[in-house]
């Protein structure tokens, strides 16, 4: 029989949220697009952000500006704590874990939906049409697309050819000096809510796509030395008919994640005037910490129109 948490007591308690805390579940996209950062002050100014490969000039973009304070609480009764016989406020310590673990994902899932109307280091939106480096040779460049579909919802023939059309933007992105900024780029990360993973992971996995009837070889599957993976959300339900596609293998990223203070959890227990004064237990977890927009140029919004 698993352990009760009146068996545990509140150091057992935190041993088993940091231990669920550790498995991370379900956000192993997160460091393929995001550049993780540790911190000790309010801000930080990412000076690699804009840099030209012939560093020219340092152009610093700052980012996450100010860190934010999260927390979530616990209360627990300690006649609940008596009763419970069958590990059920366990269960609910193990779920706050797990919720921990995918605030990485909600706060960077808001940035992206937000990025057809936030700023990045360029001044122009993150995901936009105009962006322009430096007023250099590189003129407007675009990471917002128009994808085109028939139906309701796009065919996985449709999906294969906007996914591609999304790479192929991206690997013409160049710097202020016409230098190419991803000719090395081999593997890509496709991102889209609920309903769009049918055609999605057709798009990305099937060997032949069904086009009004007639099929044909699947250009994504079987191109050689490109690989693509598949993230789906819940949170990007309101983002309808579009998705993102992301560059993987770059050691830059499109997006930053910044800490000062990891996940922790403290608790008010035993022998506390808590406990003593209104009979519960709080156990409370806080993290300090934020994001920020990285290079627009390893990330592709495309929407069908």
């Given at each position: 029989m698993?352990?009760?948490?009146?068996?545990?007591?509140s150091?057992?308690?935190?041993?088993?949220f940091y231990?669920r805390l550790?498995?991370?579940?379900?956000?192993?996209?997160?460091?393929?697009?995001?550049?993780?950062?540790?911190?000790?002050?309010?801000?930080?100014?990412y000076?690699?952000?804009?840099?030209?490969p012939?560093?020219?000039?340092?152009?610093?973009?700052?980012?996450?500006?100010?860190f934010?304070?999260f927390?979530?609480t616990?209360?627990?009764?300690?006649?609940d704590?008596?009763?419970?016989?069958t590990?059920?406020?366990?269960a609910?310590?193990?779920?706050l874990?797990?919720?921990?673990?995918?605030?990485?994902?909600?706060?960077?899932?808001?940035?992206?939906?937000?990025?057809?109307?936030?700023?990045?280091?360029d001044?122009a939106?993150?995901?936009?049409?105009?962006h322009?480096?430096d007023?250099?040779?590189?003129?407007?460049?675009?990471?917002?697309?128009?994808?085109?579909?028939?139906?309701?919802?796009?065919?996985?023939?449709?999906?294969?050819?906007?996914?591609?059309?999304?790479?192929?933007?991206?690997?013409?992105?160049?710097?202020?000096?016409?230098?190419p900024l991803?000719e090395?780029?081999r593997?890509?990360?496709?991102?889209?809510?609920?309903?769009l993973?049918?055609?999605a992971?057709?798009?990305?996995?099937?060997?032949?796509?069904?086009?009004?009837?007639?099929?044909?070889?699947?250009?994504?599957?079987?191109?050689?030395?490109?690989g693509?993976?598949l993230?789906t959300?819940?949170?990007?339900?309101?983002l309808?008919?579009a998705f993102y596609?992301?560059r993987?293998?770059?050691?830059?990223?499109?997006?930053?994640?910044q800490?000062?203070?990891?996940?922790?959890m403290?608790?008010?227990?035993?022998?506390s005037?808590?406990?003593?004064?209104?009979?519960k237990?709080l156990?409370?977890?806080t993290?300090l910490?934020?994001v920020?927009?990285?290079y627009?140029?390893?990330?592709?919004?495309?929407?069908?129109a």
């Open positions: 698993p352990p009760t948490i009146s068996d545990l007591g150091r057992g308690i935190i041993g088993e231990a550790e498995q991370d579940l379900g956000n192993g996209w997160l460091p393929k697009v995001t550049s993780s950062f540790d911190s000790n002050q309010e801000s930080e100014t000076r690699w952000l804009g840099m030209t012939q560093m020219r000039e340092w152009i610093g973009g700052r980012q996450a500006k100010g934010s304070i927390e979530a616990l209360e627990i009764l300690i006649d704590i008596r009763r419970d016989k590990g059920q406020i366990l609910r310590v193990q779920e874990a797990e919720r921990a673990n995918s605030h990485w994902a909600k706060l960077l899932i808001a940035i992206l939906l937000a990025g057809t109307t936030t700023t990045c280091y001044g939106f993150f995901f936009d049409t105009l322009i480096l007023s250099g040779p590189s003129g407007a460049q675009s990471n917002k697309l128009a994808a085109v579909k028939a139906g309701a919802i796009p065919t996985a023939g449709e999906m294969e050819t906007a996914i591609l059309t999304a790479v192929e933007s991206m690997l013409g992105f160049v710097d202020d000096q016409g230098e991803n090395n780029a593997q890509f990360m496709v991102m889209c809510g609920p309903q993973f049918q055609p992971a057709a798009a990305l996995k099937n060997p032949i796509i069904i086009d009004g009837g007639t099929s044909r070889t699947n250009t994504i599957v079987n191109v050689g030395g490109y693509f993976d993230e959300s819940a949170r990007l339900l309101s309808g008919n596609t992301f993987t293998d770059s050691p830059t990223k499109s997006l930053i994640r800490e000062e203070v990891p996940i922790t403290d608790a008010i227990a035993e022998g005037e808590t406990e003593f004064k209104e009979r237990h156990y409370g977890v993290a910490r934020n920020g927009y990285g627009w140029q390893r990330a592709v919004l495309s929407t069908f």
